[in-house]
């Protein structure tokens, strides 16, 4: 496992943009599936976004378009870019390490995560 640790999360109006970052502890970095995910209040933890460097990106149709993820193996970090933020994308978003499983869009196959950071989006 790994320990992660997210930031950059905060308020903003409709149609602004946030990055968020995540810092992984360990060596091995560029051997994890990386992931995002949030929560909004009442809700269930879903699925955002995935990078299974250096093959692809996954996207949740909600966010495809406008959020971006990338990653720096230099630095053990990974970045969640949005844009074009909606109220709807407002919850606590939370980063998350994998290395094997099937379902990149389940978190349960996730073995690790970050604490969350909220983001607020207002209309």
């Known amino acids: 496992q790994v320990q992660l640790v997210e930031s950059g999360g905060g308020l903003v109006q409709a149609g602004g943009s946030l990055r968020l970052s995540c810092v992984a502890s360990?060596?091995?970095?560029?051997?994890?599936?990386m992931g995002w995910f949030r929560q909004a209040p009442g809700q269930e933890r879903e699925f955002v976004a995935a990078?299974?460097?250096?093959?692809?990106?996954f996207y949740a149709d909600s966010v495809k378009g406008r959020f971006t993820i990338s990653r720096d193996n230099a630095k053990n970090t990974v970045y969640l870019q949005m844009n074009s933020l909606k109220p709807e994308d407002t919850a606590v978003y939370y980063c998350?390490?994998?290395?094997?499983?099937?379902?990149?869009?389940?978190?349960?196959?996730?073995?690790?995560w970050g604490q969350g950071t909220q983001v607020t989006v207002s209309s």
């Open positions: 998350a390490a994998r290395r094997l499983g099937t379902n990149l869009r389940d978190p349960n196959e996730y073995d690790s």
């Open positions: 990078d299974t460097w250096p093959a692809r990106t």
């Open positions: 360990g060596r091995t970095f560029s051997s994890y599936f």
